[in-house]
């Protein structure tokens, strides 16, 4: 196990499945976003990997809590109501999740491809956006969002940095750290 796994791990309460790569760090040097691999083996270790809908995973304990509170105020409901009402918006939430569908499929390598051909689920592999979802003028979930904001900027996480600021840790009260250092320090 990596630095960047073993800390991101702590961080999720568990191993890591599927972690392709650290896509940010906070200010601190610690994992806030990561990247999945396509398919990720099943959670219990029987049977063929399959597709995981979410790219980006928001590892970030602090950002997590508070895009949790987020999530919990109605925001979804609020962000879909504007995609309705607001052709721009839909057209960017659509965008959105459209490049991170084109990112897992070009990630996808030719077993996996093949492996979701043979199970049927190759639409779900090359076509669902942000968190999986399949109507890409849904927002299905904020934290899916945000990690890929912070990974590749979107929409939605612009909303979430305007209206509601979501902040890294200060510095005197970094959660990590009782984690052990940031990998770049290890």
């Given at each position: 196990?990596?630095?960047?796994?073993?800390?991101?791990?702590?961080q999720?309460?568990?191993?890591?499945?599927g972690?392709?790569?650290?896509?940010?760090?906070?200010a601190?040097?610690?994992?806030?976003?990561?990247s999945?691999?396509?398919?990720?083996?099943?959670?219990?270790?029987r049977g063929a990997?399959?597709?995981?809908?979410t790219?980006?995973?928001?590892?970030c304990?602090?950002l997590?809590?508070?895009?949790s509170?987020?999530?919990?105020?109605?925001?979804?409901?609020?962000l879909?109501?504007?995609?309705?009402?607001?052709p721009a918006?839909?057209?960017?939430?659509?965008?959105?999740?459209?490049?991170?569908?084109?990112?897992?499929?070009?990630?996808?390598?030719?077993?996996?491809?093949?492996?979701?051909?043979?199970?049927?689920?190759?639409?779900?592999?090359?076509d669902s956006?942000?968190?999986?979802?399949?109507?890409?003028r849904?927002?299905?979930?904020?934290?899916?969002q945000?990690?890929?904001?912070?990974?590749?900027?979107?929409?939605?996480?612009?909303?979430?940095?305007?209206?509601?600021?979501?902040?890294?840790?200060?510095?005197d009260?970094?959660?990590?750290r009782?984690?052990?250092?940031?990998p770049e320090?290890?």
């Open positions: 196990m990596t630095s960047d796994e073993r800390i991101v791990a702590k999720i309460g568990r191993p890591p499945r972690m392709a790569r650290v896509e940010a760090r906070c601190f040097g610690y994992p806030t976003v990561v999945v691999d396509p398919l990720v083996a099943h959670r219990k270790g990997a399959e597709p995981f809908p790219r980006f995973w928001l590892t304990p602090v997590v809590e508070q895009v509170r987020i999530e919990a105020s109605g925001l979804i409901d609020a879909e109501g504007d995609a309705r009402e607001d918006f839909a057209a960017r939430l659509a965008g959105d999740h459209a490049r991170c569908a084109a990112e897992r499929w070009e990630a996808a390598d030719a077993d996996a491809r093949e492996t979701a051909a043979r199970r049927r689920l190759l639409p779900v592999l090359r956006g942000i968190g999986g979802v399949r109507d890409h849904t927002v299905k979930c904020l934290h899916a945000y990690a890929h904001h912070l990974a590749r900027g979107n929409a939605v996480g612009e909303i979430l940095d305007v209206r509601h600021a979501p902040q890294e840790c200060s510095d009260a970094v959660r990590c009782a984690f052990g250092p940031p320090e290890v």
